[in-house]
């Protein structure tokens, strides 16, 4: 690279260019997703209630409200089956119901009786569904003289989120670039040295894209993984720079020229960022071990982050620094001896390292103790402000309805026809379901049930239940029991049929399904990312003890991130001030993205810092001056990029979906906690402890590790 450069950079402009061209219309092809597994029980009911009675779950709903009297008033009634003929009439409206059609059900009139609901199923994939959704959306919503009416549902909810991820992304660019300029710009103290860097870094999101907008055209990529393609871009771009141009610098600053500095910083410093990309790609890819299109989207952005990083790093780069030379040099050299305050710092922390050790641990500890009291649940409106239309329909209903229509598990009863031979064994059923603890009300071919007894006759909709060979239920839970154990309620409506009769879906079933098998692959996970990442760190450092105090100190870093979302997104701390709603839980999959991101990311900077500790080490021999010295020489650096990618993930902060706002805050608190507590104290205190130890391979392990070509 820097014998030729120009060609080099020519062809990285062309990439760009290329890149670019393609990263402008990825935003239109990435999708939306649904919380559900593939192939499970819930997915598979879904489908049979779709091929054998042409129904499924609803998933909008407008909020009818009179404007005098109630619902049941003839002109309230009469305004509301209009709007259900409305709706439908638009286009991919596959079903619809309402409070009127389903002769007055109870479940679908609000307690006061000023409220009741009308509902619909869309046809297609969910984008396909929320972008015929938003086309009407906006004409459906009134406010008239006889009724008000509102949209919601969950594609409505999630629609929304996705306009304001998309918001969120477009004001984050406008943040998040001309703020790492600057703080680039005081790092190096030259406008050119932090264009060239940032430049870096634009160059990883605009490929990053464009490999995305290919991707799309053989797999389902989700619209939220533009918001991770952004700041991981950025960030790591900017990263890996910064590695690379310090190490350049300090080879110009020893006499070697622009060429012979190039291919020094990029020896040395180029197989750090190698390794260090294969750790963020490691941790990232195990998500691909989860069957959700949702998760995987995060693992297809990571990876290709990681890779056109390392590519800018390694190829781009380092050509620029060929051409440009001196105009990257510091303006002064730097000091000549080792008495900066990280070598400063590191020499006292060793000297003591028990008493600085345990207080740095205690804080760590308190400050993850929260994490023992983390609860998972379910994704539902919250996510969104509290100002947003859906939100506020959604609000309504938990108030002033006991249970949700568009929440109703839909039990399908192979075998059981629905004719005039079936009808007694339906109307048995459906009392026994009714009797179910938690259970607010049951629909099925005969009637409405609730509490053991029929509460309404069968109606003209009541149809939607017969069939030749089959029959299902609609079984509508108390919010309350959905929100206290939606996993006991559906354990409990399988139970009142023998085992294997009945297949459970609707919405609950769905998120359950989708929860267990998230638990299910967790362990296989977390097993493979400790273990190939152990592999990793190994191979880089020759060592068995260096990896694993990496693991441990990882695991702190984590228990913190967790202890911060528990406290502050769990219990409600801080809720007024980041414009949130606490839901007293923690959706799961985010917390495993997150997890996985912040555990590749701070094992970026472990081996930031191993890298120059050992590379002293294997000059020096000596344990506690290569610490000191591998530490003045990368602390800066790490310090550095930790402010510049919290800064990235901190532009997230104020988004208006809570899930964003958790990965910009839960990333903060664990890349600044790494950069601070964990790398100035932890890491010179437990490397000082072990002595001589930290070096110790078996012998087979050292014959191996010296056969492998990963040394200089």
């Not at 079933?509 to 990793?536: G, H, K, Q, Y």
Request: one cysteine or more; charged letters at 20%.
């Amino acid at each position: 690279m820097a014998r030729r450069p120009r060609p080099v950079i020519w062809l990285s402009v062309l990439l760009a260019a290329l890149g670019l061209a393609l990263a402008a219309g990825a935003m239109d092809r990435l999708v939306l997703s649904r919380f559900e597994s593939p192939g499970s029980e819930s997915v598979a009911t879904r489908a049979e209630l779709a091929r054998i009675f042409d129904t499924g779950t609803p998933s909008v709903l407008l909020l009818v409200t009179a404007r005098n009297g109630d619902v049941d008033s003839a002109p309230v009634a009469a305004a509301g089956r209009a709007v259900e003929r409305e709706l439908a009439g638009q286009r991919g409206v596959a079903e619809t119901a309402s409070y009127w059609s389903r002769g007055k059900s109870p479940v679908m009139r609000s307690e006061n009786g000023g409220r009741a609901l009308v509902i619909a199923r869309m046809s297609g994939t969910v984008t396909e569904a929320r972008a015929r959704l938003a086309a009407f959306a906006p004409d459906l919503a009134r406010d008239g003289a006889v009724v008000k009416v509102e949209v919601g549902g969950a594609d409505e909810v999630f629609r929304q989120a996705a306009e304001q991820a998309r918001t969120d992304f477009l004001r984050a660019e406008l943040i998040v670039f001309p703020l790492v300029l600057l703080l680039l710009a005081v790092i190096y103290r030259r406008l050119s040295a932090a264009l060239l860097t940032l430049g870096m870094g634009l160059f990883s999101v605009v490929t990053t894209l464009a490999l995305l907008r290919l991707l799309t055209s053989v797999t389902d990529v989700s619209t939220f993984a533009a918001n991770l393609t952004l700041v991981m871009g950025i960030g790591l771009g900017v990263d890996y720079s910064l590695f690379v141009i310090s190490r350049f610098r300090e080879e110009l600053d020893t006499g070697h020229d622009a060429a012979e500095a190039t291919r020094r910083a990029v020896g040395r410093a180029g197989r750090t960022v190698a390794f260090s990309g294969l750790t963020v790609v490691v941790s990232l890819a195990c998500l691909l071990l989860f069957p959700f299109p949702f998760l995987r989207s995060f693992a297809y952005s990571g990876i290709a982050v990681v890779l056109t990083s390392v590519f800018a790093a390694l190829v781009v780069l380092p050509a620029a620094l060929a051409r440009l030379g001196d105009r990257v040099r510091r303006r002064t050299p730097a000091p000549a001896g080792r008495s900066g305050w990280w070598h400063t710092n590191a020499l006292r922390m060793m000297r003591r390292p028990l008493a600085y050790g345990i207080p740095a641990l205690a804080v760590l500890l308190a400050l993850a103790a929260p994490a023992l009291g983390i609860s998972f649940g379910t994704p539902d409106d919250r996510v969104l402000p509290a100002s947003t239309s859906s939100r506020l329909v959604q609000d309504r209903i938990r108030a002033e309805f006991a249970a949700e229509e568009t929440d109703a598990l839909q039990v399908l009863r192979p075998g059981l026809p629905g004719d005039a031979s079936g009808r007694d064994r339906i109307e048995a059923a459906a009392l026994r379901l009714s009797d179910v603890p938690g259970i607010r009300q049951v629909d099925a071919l005969t009637g409405s049930y609730a509490d053991g007894h029929r509460v309404l006759g069968p109606t003209p909709s009541s149809n939607r239940f017969a069939s030749g060979h089959d029959t299902w239920f609609s079984v509508i839970a108390t919010q309350k029991a959905l929100g206290a154990d939606p996993d006991r309620v559906i354990a409990d409506v399988r139970g009142a049929f023998g085992p294997g009769e009945v297949r459970v879906g609707g919405y609950p079933a769905e998120l359950a399904d989708f929860r267990s098998v998230l638990v299910d692959r967790l362990p296989l996970v977390l097993a493979l990312v400790l273990l190939v990442t152990f592999v990793i760190l190994f191979l880089m450092t020759g060592s068995l003890l260096l990896p694993a105090k990496a693991m441990v100190l990882n695991a702190l870093s984590m228990a913190v991130m967790f202890g911060a979302l528990v406290w502050i997104f769990q219990e409600g701390h801080l809720s007024g001030l980041l414009g949130f709603t606490a839901t007293g839980s923690l959706e799961p999959s985010i917390r495993i993205l997150m997890f996985c991101t912040a555990f590749g990311l701070s094992m970026d900077y472990e081996v930031f810092m191993l890298s120059r500790i050992k590379e002293e080490y294997d000059r020096t021999g000596d344990t506690v001056a290569s610490v000191a010295a591998g530490l003045e020489r990368g602390g800066p650096l790490i310090t550095s990029a930790a402010v510049i990618l919290a800064a990235s993930f901190a532009t997230y902060a104020s988004s208006g979906v809570v899930y964003l706002k958790m990965l910009g805050l839960g990333m903060v608190v664990v890349i600044l906690v790494d950069a601070t507590l964990i790398r100035a104290i932890l890491v010179p205190v437990l490397i000082r402890l072990a002595g001589r130890a930290n070096w110790w391979t078996p012998t087979p392990l050292t014959r191996l590790h010296h056969r492998l070509p990963l040394t200089d």
